[in-house]
């Protein structure tokens, strides 16, 4: 789940300077925030060069899903009693994810995240050693290493463990263009992630101006993982609507066993198929996987999924549904 994790370490950075940025313990928006964004799965994207007073512009991305995001009180959140301390949590309003950070004047913390609905947690991290991903001030040059351990929990039992090892690096400043606007004085910052012998890349802008991450970009050296890129309309209104969410059947993939389990709460479920972002079919999944009497269902893949987002099609009560689900590591 390298992706996904790592992507949400760059939400809340503002911070203050002139002549380049500078980021500081200053991050917290207020709590019920929201913003509005664009992800784009396996975009045809290069990061361009380092460097001082640089122009990146990439006012031509096209495509992609809306997600949205909002600032939490980790007191509100279903798993706060299993991160005390937490300052606040970042929250797609799409989907029930909830990303549980800590703050100090000396650095930020990712402390774990969790996939929760209305029928429980389904997906847990809890990083027993909280990874301390920026060492305030950073500004342009500043390089470290850091590292973190963390256990999995499916359906609130232990899955698996693991390390992850990373390099960051403050590599260039200058301004950054994207469909939602220009940006002036923005800091690019390079992390080079390490998890099961795996690198993989990932490229984050910041601007003095605002509270979220204006674009971040992650690739793998491991050919399994798709290419991601996420951009934020920072001038959008801020709201704190909640998104309908259809609570009757609830997905989640088990990428150990390479199977989506389907919780589909007393619901008949015909027709499912498989489909990625941009509407390809993986997989039709027969009969015997849709029998109605069983509550919950696992459904066995042909092929291992990428991490990234995908969307479960089904027909329930004569109406063609769909849902979308996110398939970590």
Do not use: C
């Not at 690198?199 to 992650?218: G, I, M, R």
């Amino acid at each position: 789940m390298t992706k996904f994790y790592i992507l949400f370490l760059f939400l809340f950075l503002p911070f203050f300077g002139a002549a380049q940025p500078e980021l500081t313990e200053n991050i917290v928006p207020p709590f019920g925030s929201q913003y509005e964004g664009t992800y784009i799965q396996n975009p045809t994207f290069d990061q361009g060069p380092g460097g001082v007073n640089q122009v990146w512009d990439f006012s031509d991305l096209e495509g992609g899903i809306d997600l949205n995001f909002k600032i939490l009180d980790p007191a509100t959140t279903p798993e706060s009693d299993k991160f005390p301390g937490a300052t606040f949590v970042w929250n797609f309003v799409e989907f029930d994810f909830y990303f549980y950070y800590e703050v100090t004047e000396d650095s930020l913390s990712q402390m774990g995240n969790a996939v929760a609905d209305n029928d429980g947690t389904s997906f847990l991290v809890i990083n027993s050693d909280y990874e301390n991903a920026f060492q305030f001030p950073v500004t342009f040059g500043s390089s470290y290493s850091y590292s973190t351990v963390y256990q999995n929990f499916l359906f609130g039992n232990p899955v698996y463990a693991g390390e992850r090892t990373a390099m960051l690096t403050a590599d260039g400043y200058g301004t950054l263009i994207t469909p939602y606007g220009t940006f002036e004085n923005t800091l690019r910052i390079k992390i080079v992630n390490n998890e099961f012998g795996i690198n993989s890349t990932q490229y984050s802008w910041l601007s003095e101006d605002n509270f979220v991450p204006l674009l971040v970009y992650e690739f793998s050296d491991d050919t399994y993982e798709t290419p991601s890129l996420y951009f934020t309309n920072l001038n959008s209104t801020v709201s704190t609507k909640d998104s309908p969410v259809d609570q009757e059947v609830s997905i989640v993939y088990d990428a150990l066993m390479h199977t989506i389990i389907i919780n589909k709460n007393g619901q008949q479920l015909e027709n499912i198929a498989l489909y990625d972002m941009n509407g390809g079919l993986i997989e039709n999944f027969d009969s015997d996987h849709q029998n109605s009497a069983i509550e919950t269902r696992s459904l066995t893949i042909s092929n291992p999924l990428r991490p990234g987002l995908y969307i479960l099609s089904f027909l329930q009560d004569g109406i063609v549904k769909s849902k979308t689900f996110t398939a970590f590591r």
